[in-house]
């Protein structure tokens, strides 16, 4: 009888240091670090064609990985400035720029379409959806903070700048492209963000653990037929 009970022992550890390494992995997988994004507050303080004006806004910017890359988008939830004429469709052309801070400072230019539906006169002007292309020249976490945004219309110019330092409204860890540092900066472009190396990492740990599962599984099935045999 102790070869059977070796056997049940020996069983019950296999499956249970395959569930172990699987759980293991799903975990790694859970604590994957996340780009992390905030709705900031934003002061804009704009000179216009017909003086000073100021507004709040609530800003947000998105992104998804594309190749190396990542999009940025840029929405504001209010809108900011506004004009004493009407301003018909196509009038109104908005264009921004995102400070990038953090494992490299530079910026980030993004633009979007012009106004689809006329703006009445004396009411505030909403902003589309702003998006441009950032590449990582750096690797670490990098910060994007809302900067000067610039309204184009009937041949006049717009310049809203933040006043009140507000804090980045996403924070990335980035892989620079190659998987090495440049050295450079990354001035303006517009669109997009790569994947991080942890969460590449995390993923390969989480297969590997499907692995262990995979092959302690297969081994208490060898070890029940190769003692079925014996038995016989």
């Keep these: 009888m102790r070869p059977e009970v070796s056997y049940r022992t020996y069983q019950k550890r296999t499956a249970a240091l395959a569930f172990?390494?699987?759980?293991?992995?799903?975990?790694?997988?859970?604590?994957?670090?996340?780009?992390?994004?905030?709705?900031?507050?934003?002061?804009?303080?704009?000179?216009?064609?017909?003086?000073?004006?100021?507004a709040v806004s609530?800003?947000?910017?998105?992104?998804?990985?594309?190749?190396?890359?990542y999009k940025l988008t840029m929405s504001w939830q209010k809108g900011v400035s506004s004009s004493p004429?009407?301003?018909?469709?196509?009038?109104m052309s908005p264009s921004a720029v995102i400070k990038v801070g953090g494992a490299e400072e530079g910026t980030v230019?993004?633009?979007?379409?012009?106004?689809?539906?006329?703006?009445?006169?004396?009411?505030p002007i909403k902003?589309?959806?702003?998006?441009?292309?950032?590449?990582?020249?750096?690797?670490?976490?990098?910060t994007f903070t809302a900067d000067v945004l610039t309204i184009k219309a009937l041949g006049t110019?717009?310049?809203?700048?933040?006043?009140?330092?507000?804090?980045?409204s996403?924070?990335?860890?980035?892989?620079?492209?190659?998987g090495s540092d440049s050295g450079e900066t990354q001035s303006g472009s517009g669109d997009e963000l790569p994947q991080t190396g942890p969460e590449d990492s995390a993923?390969?740990?989480?297969?590997?653990?499907?692995?262990?599962?995979?092959?302690?599984?297969?081994?208490?099935?060898w070890l029940t037929r190769r003692n079925q045999a014996v038995r016989r």
């Design 20 to 54: 172990a390494a699987a759980l293991a992995g799903s975990a790694v997988l859970m604590a994957a670090p996340a780009a992390h994004a905030d709705v900031v507050d934003v002061n804009y303080e704009c000179k216009t064609p017909i003086g000073d004006k100021s």
């Design 58 to 69: 609530p800003i947000d910017i998105k992104s998804v990985k594309s190749g190396s890359a």
């Design 85 to 91: 004429v009407d301003l018909g469709k196509g009038a």
């Design 109 to 123: 230019a993004v633009s979007g379409p012009a106004n689809a539906a006329t703006i009445p006169a004396n009411t």
């Design 127 to 142: 902003i589309s959806d702003l998006s441009g292309t950032y590449t990582p020249k750096k690797s670490g976490k990098v």
């Design 157 to 168: 110019t717009t310049t809203c700048t933040p006043s009140n330092d507000p804090k980045p």
């Design 170 to 178: 996403l924070t990335l860890d980035v892989t620079a492209a190659g």
């Design 203 to 221: 993923i390969a740990l989480g297969t590997l653990g499907g692995t262990v599962l995979l092959a302690g599984a297969a081994g208490v099935l």
